[in-house]
C-alpha cells in the first residue's frame, strides 16, 4: 500500500509518501502527479520519501521522473537516500 498526501501553500507543494513505491500503485502516483501539474507551476515542489519502505525497480524510475520534472526528494533512511541518489545520477546523466 502507498499512501500519498499532498499539502499546498503559497510557495511549495508538498508530497509525503508512505508504504511501499512498487508498481501496483506507480500509476496512482503518476496520475496524482500528472493530475497536479498545473497547480505545480510556479512553485517548489517538494516529494518526502521519510515514511517510504520499500522501493521497486519501477519506483525507482518514477522518482527519477519526479526528479527530472523538478521536485526535491527528501530521504533520511539509508535505503531510501541510496535510492534518492542513483535517481538523481541518472537524471544528470541524461542531461549530458
Same mark, same amino acid.
Given at each position: 500500500?502507498?499512501?500519498?498526501?499532498?499539502? %499546498?501553500? @503559497?510557495?511549495?507543494?508538498?508530497?509525503? @509518501?508512505?508504504?511501499?513505491?512498487?508498481?501496483?500503485?506507480?500509476?496512482?502516483?503518476k496520475?496524482?502527479?500528472?493530475?497536479?501539474?498545473?497547480?505545480?507551476? %510556479?512553485r517548489?515542489?517538494?516529494?518526502?520519501?521519510?515514511?517510504?519502505?520499500?522501493?521497486?525497480?519501477?519506483? %525507482?524510475?518514477?522518482?527519477?521522473?519526479?526528479?527530472?520534472?523538478?521536485?526535491?526528494?527528501?530521504?533520511?533512511?539509508?535505503?531510501?537516500?541510496?535510492?534518492?541518489?542513483?535517481? %538523481?545520477?541518472?537524471?544528470?546523466?541524461?542531461?549530458?
Amino acid at each position: 500500500m502507498l499512501r500519498i498526501t499532498i499539502a %499546498e501553500t @503559497l510557495t511549495e507543494q508538498r508530497w509525503t @509518501l508512505e508504504g511501499r513505491l512498487v508498481h501496483p500503485w506507480i500509476s496512482e502516483l503518476k496520475s496524482n502527479w500528472t493530475r497536479t501539474g498545473t497547480a505545480r507551476r %510556479e512553485r517548489k515542489c517538494v516529494v518526502d520519501l521519510t515514511g517510504v519502505t520499500f522501493i521497486d525497480k519501477s519506483g %525507482e524510475k518514477v522518482l527519477t521522473e519526479l526528479s527530472k520534472d523538478g521536485a526535491e526528494l527528501i530521504a533520511t533512511g539509508i535505503y531510501t537516500r541510496h535510492v534518492v541518489d542513483n535517481s %538523481e545520477r541518472k537524471k544528470s546523466h541524461r542531461r549530458q
